[in-house]
T-cell receptor, first 115, second 114 residues
Framework: DVKVTQSSRYLVKRTGEKVFLECVQDMDHENMFWYRQDPGLGLRLIYFSYDVKMKEKGDIPEGYSVSREKKERFSLILESASTNQTSMYLC??????????????FGDGTRLSIL | AQSVTQLDSHVSVSEGTPVLLRCNYSSSYSPSLFWYVQHPNKGLQLLLKYTSAATLVKGINGFEAEFKKSETSFHLTKPSAHMSDAAEYFCVVSLWGGYQKVTFGTGTKLQVIP
């Protein structure tokens, strides 16, 4: 079974801090994703990566960056946290190829509060 | 371009009665479609997927969904609701264009009344 592990379930940080959210998957998947989830808005894609050191902006990349130094690990970075980044953050992974018919596998999420 | 509309933000059913969660999609090409479930403070778990094989798809926990191309719908059903089904459900459309482009619906919260 695929396991996607997010390092923290709950995190509280202060405005202006640099925040790191870590995600590790154990199935050698090429593609990894970061989403944020807000009530009534569903999941919105922040960034994704289809290979080591590769990254692509999603729909809402402003205020975020990512790092993928190893295939199994994908980090989301809030460069200078702001209160409007308080949210639930979800990481997902999926293998490369096919025609889009592979389901993404999700971690349990990190609930981030910025004070 | 692709989009997903979940027609109800909240659905309430009594335990033992049928469940219907509605989803309409729009896509330029033949998409793959998924339903996920999310229990409180958990990640998303795959319920079922449609990938252009049988139009009636069976998933886990007694759920199934029917792909209707003429209606661009992919509604999720279950004959008899259980208390453990109370959760939020997401309909998802997926296309491949060099990378997997996934669009999520805004979710339907299912309440099950004892």
């Amino acid at each position: 079974d695929v396991k996607v592990t997010q390092s923290s379930r709950y995190l509280v940080k202060r405005t202006g801090e640099k925040v790191f959210l870590e995600c590790v998957q154990d199935m050698d998947h090429e593609n990894m994703f970061w989403y944020r989830q807000d009530p009534g808005l569903g999941l919105r894609l922040i960034y994704f990566s289809y290979d080591v050191k590769m990254k692509e902006k999603g729909d809402i990349p402003e205020g975020y960056s990512v790092s993928r130094e190893k295939k199994e690990r994908f980090s989301l970075i809030l460069e200078s946290a702001s209160t409007n980044q308080t949210s639930m953050y979800l990481c997902a992974s999926v293998p490369l190829g096919g025609d889009g018919n592979q389901p993404q596998h999700f971690g349990d999420g990190t609930r981030l509060s910025i004070l | 371009a692709q989009s997903v509309t979940q027609l109800d933000s909240h659905v309430s059913v009594s335990e033992g009665t049928p469940v219907l969660l509605r989803c309409n999609y729009s896509s330029s090409y033949s998409p793959s479609l998924f339903w996920y479930v999310q229990h409180p403070n958990k990640g998303l778990q795959l319920l079922l997927k449609y990938t252009s094989a049988a139009t009636l798809v069976k998933g886990i926990n007694g759920f199934e969904a029917e792909f209707k191309k003429s209606e661009t719908s992919f509604h999720l059903t279950k004959p008899s609701a259980h208390m453990s089904d109370a959760a939020e459900y997401f309909c998802v459309v997926s296309l491949w264009g060099g990378y997997q482009k996934v669009t999520f619906g805004t979710g339907t919260k299912l309440q099950v009344i004892p």
